[in-house]
């Protein structure tokens, strides 16, 4: 019989975040895939289990990933588990659950603590969409790509930092988004657990943020690229609309409907327009 592949969510910070299922789990699995071995060694001393540990981290994935599937075929029942918060987000953890799937091993996702969730709850930013962007690269160039590729996204967005990083993403932040209401939190669940609300430009010239690690809540554009494009479209004369759309092979019924959507008004009204001035 097949094992099962639990993916176990971990405190990010209080341990008494810790669930009791979660808890029941690393009693009872056979093998712990931890991503840092010694880090998960002190969460299983608090609470006094004991059980192998193998390490699972970003480097190793794809050769240990083959490594765990093998032991799950023999019947072995594994708990794979990130420093802190659910494996798989921003953490190790999406190759296993691959090559499980290909072979038609059980996964059983233990639910628990997730940094941006937490975040973005607390925030008071819209929660009714948002897009999880994860880590930026440290890597200027790719950085402000990035960030230009969601710009004019309308939805919340969330971003994990490092402290020693956060300058440099936010003032690249307040170049390409402009000056948006922005949210910092800092050390979620722990002793210093703190939300930073503000303007990107205040929070920018404001306290020293050197310390602990970073949830960065981003408002969203006001606009879409596509209501921004509208607009600028809205400006142009009839002529040059007709002339912008015909350069984009629209046929001549195509272009008066979409200029009279433009404009608000009936296609014969801009159907007359074109005729008197044949």
């Known amino acids: 019989m097949l094992g099962k592949l639990y993916l176990v969510a971990t405190p990010i910070g209080n341990l008494e975040d810790m669930t009791m299922r979660g808890l029941r789990i690393l009693k009872e699995v056979d093998l712990i895939a931890a991503e840092d071995t010694r880090h998960t ?23 240990r990933s083959a490594e765990l599937v ?21 953490d190790p953890g999406e190759q296993i659950v691959k090559a499980c799937i290909e072979a038609g091993i059980e996964i059983v996702p233990i639910p628990g603590a997730c940094a941006f969730v937490n975040a973005l709850i607390c925030s ?7 897009c999880f962007l994860g880590f930026l690269s440290a890597v ?3 950085r402000r790509e990035k960030l230009e590729e969601v710009k004019y996204e309308t939805k ?7 402290p020693h990083k956060l300058k440099n993403m936010l003032s690249d932040m307040l170049e390409i988004f402009g000056n948006r209401e922005i949210v910092l939190a800092r050390e979620l669940t722990k002793i210093h657990e703190e939300f930073i609300h503000g303007k990107l430009s205040d929070i920018l010239d404001g306290k020293d943020l050197i310390k602990g690690e970073f949830v960065v809540i981003v408002e969203g ?7 921004l494009e509208r607009k ?3 400006d142009l004369t009839l002529d040059e609309q007709y002339e912008f759309y015909e350069n984009q092979g629209f046929s001549k019924k195509e ?8 404009k608000g008004v009936s296609k014969n009204e801009v159907y007359q327009y074109f005729l008197e001035c044949e």
């Open 124 to 130: 008071g930013m819209s929660t009714r969409e948002f």
């Open 255 to 262: 272009i008066i409907k979409q200029i009279a959507k433009n």
């Open 140 to 142: 200027k160039k790719d």
């Open 156 to 162: 919340t967005l969330i971003f994990y930092e490092a």
């Open 41 to 63: 060694l002190r969460l299983l001393n608090h609470f006094e289990i004991s059980k192998p540990l193998i390490s699972y981290y970003r480097q190793n994935e794809s050769t």
């Open 232 to 234: 600028k479209i809205n």
């Open 221 to 227: 554009s006001h606009e879409s690229k596509k209501e």
């Open 70 to 90: 093998e032991k799950l075929r023999t019947g072995k029942n594994i708990a794979l588990v990130s420093d802190a918060g659910t494996p798989g987000i921003s």
